[in-house]
């Protein structure tokens, strides 16, 4: 079993928080660059943030800058995005991903989870 395993979504007000957790296999995953993705209604599956194997290097889509921080504890094999002062357009199903190469950032990812829900009412 590789595939990741997301949680934490849910239903939250505008300008609320939540976090999103990725649960993987660290042999699968330790070495490796992981990223969350999304696709929300009628929407392609868009980058929201990555980060590199030893938390160091992270990357986050312009939408997100500012207000998402994505971490990882390799300890619990577990990554982290940290989502504050959402806003209705954040709604989405969240996917984590690792890079089938890199230990830096992800461009080819390729074992995904099966999402976690994330509702933003007005």
């Known amino acids: 079993q590789v595939q990741p395993v997301e949680s934490g979504g849910g239903l939250v007000q505008a300008g609320g928080s939540l976090r999103v957790s990725c649960v993987a296999p660290?042999?699968?995953?330790?070495?490796?660059?992981v990223g969350w993705f999304r696709q929300g209604p009628g929407k392609e599956r868009e980058f929201v943030a990555s980060?590199?194997?030893?938390?160091?290097?992270?990357y986050y889509a312009d939408s997100v800058k500012d207000r998402f921080a994505i971490s990882r504890d390799n300890a619990k094999t577990t990554v982290y995005l940290q989502m504050n002062s959402l806003k209705s357009d954040d709604a989405a199903v969240y996917y984590c991903?690792?890079?089938?190469?890199?230990?830096?950032?992800?461009?080819?990812?390729?074992?995904w989870g099966q999402g976690t829900r994330v509702t933003v009412s007005a």
């Open positions: 991903a690792r890079d089938r190469f890199s230990g830096v950032v992800v461009r080819t990812p390729d074992i």
């Open positions: 980060v590199s194997w030893d938390g160091v290097n992270k």
């Open positions: 660290a042999h699968a995953f330790d070495s490796y660059a």
